[in-house]
């Protein structure tokens, strides 16, 4: 009702303003003068919005988000008019939220092609058309000593796809579970297949996203992949995010605790960009910290009295002091490299030991400079 009042106040008596459902309004402005009039009104309702409200003696904060579509020129009925404005909606939300956004033809474009890709994705499993690369992690000494698994659409027409093209497809669907399960198995097998080989056992780490960890079976599964394929579990590290460790943290501890109890290691991916807090850090069992590639780029900018620099030697102080490994990401030159050793950094990762390589190539490597572990 606050809401509606404040947006009430900027309207004209011949404008509608309705809701539509949930946090959902329309708002119908008759005999507009033009699409500048609509913006400026769109700008006004949403700086009204995000003023704080008083309830009950507490100050509340609020955030909106506006599509505009004006008629004739983005729509020539009711109805087309109302889908535009839901598409200039969602990439006003996409963008970041609490701003609004003026429908383009270009937002049809991109629907079609998103629900296009969303139809094809669906049968990549089927078709055998997902493969795994392996990104090489060193110590600092030059030694290889882990991979990442990173999981690639090898598509029909489109070629080799990269997460970023198509990953939040799948996890707007659900279909990242059947990805996530997918890329686990397929790194136990493929792991399991080097040993076979006669290759030097190495760990493989494996992104699990936060809707399969959620999943009440997601130890048990595992656990299977593990058994179909006959890999020690010490050969298996899962990376998380830390916006799924803010999440019902207690449970989350109590199932990673399960997790690491068959032998498995944790890792913290991205470590840095999030907000985890050093309570919950202290309690949850980790092995590894990732520094996110966001602070490894800037690094070289000033030195030692760069920022991301001193955040750095304080996220790798703090993992230390946790006995857990910090492992940078994304380092790309030898001068980053140097920084990160100079720093105390334990592992590192990036396009200076190698960019992400398919399986065949990652044997050549491991047969050519992995020693077996002691």
């Known amino acids: 009702m606050h809401y509606a009042r404040r947006v009430e106040g900027l309207l004209r008596q011949t404008d509608t303003l309705a809701r539509m459902g949930g946090d959902e309004f329309a708002l119908i402005l008759s005999d507009l003068g ?3 009039d609509a913006i400026a009104l769109a700008q006004k309702i949403v700086d009204a919005i995000k003023a704080p409200f008083d309830v009950a003696g507490h100050e509340l904060f609020v955030t909106g988000s506006i599509g505009v579509a004006v008629f004739p020129n983005d729509a020539p009925d009711a109805a087309t008019l109302q889908k535009n ?17 003026c429908f383009s033809s270009d937002m049809l474009t991109a629907t079609s092609d998103r629900l296009s890709l969303e139809n094809q994705l669906r049968r990549v499993l089927t078709a055998g058309e997902l493969v795994l690369y392996y990104q090489p992690q060193h110590d600092t000494k030059g030694k290889l000593v882990g991979l990442e698994a990173l999981v690639r659409w090898n598509h029909p027409t489109l070629g080799l796809l990269l997460p970023g093209k198509f990953i939040s497809v799948a996890e ?3 279909f990242i579970l059947n990805i996530g399960e997918w890329v686990l198995d397929e790194a136990c097998r493929q792991n399991k297949a080097w040993q076979d080989a006669g290759l030097p056992p190495v760990r493989v780490a494996v992104n699990v996203s936060a809707l399969q960890f959620a999943q009440p079976g997601f130890t048990d599964a595992v656990t299977a992949a593990l058994n179909r394929h006959g890999l020690s579990s010490r050969w298996l590290e899962l990376e998380i995010t830390e916006s799924l460790l803010m999440k019902h ?24 960009t999030g907000y985890s807090s050093l309570a919950y850090l202290q309690q949850l069992p980790i092995d590894t910290l990732k520094i996110d590639r966001s602070f490894v780029r800037q690094i070289e900018a000033a030195a030692s009295n760069s920022s991301s620099l001193a955040v750095i030697r304080a996220i790798i102080s703090l993992g230390s002091s946790l006995g857990m490994s910090v492992v940078a990401e994304g380092v790309e030159t030898e001068h980053q490299r140097d920084l990160l050793v100079q720093a105390g950094c334990h592992g590192l990762q990036g396009y200076l030991f190698g960019r992400p390589r398919p399986a065949a190539d990652i044997a050549k490597l491991l047969g050519n400079t992995l020693r077996p572990a002691a």
């Not at 404005?85 to 701003?99: E, F, I, M, P």
């Not at 068959?262 to 913290?268: D, H, I, P, T, Y």
């Open 34 to 36: 033009n699409r500048q």
């Open 249 to 272: 943290t207690r449970e989350t501890a109590a199932k990673l605790e399960q997790i690491r109890a068959k032998g498995v290691a944790v890792a913290l991916d991205d470590f840095g």
């Open 172 to 174: 707007d669907t659900g």
């Open 85 to 101: 404005a839901d598409l200039a909606l969602y990439r006003a939300k996409s963008l970041g939220r609490n701003r609004h956004q």
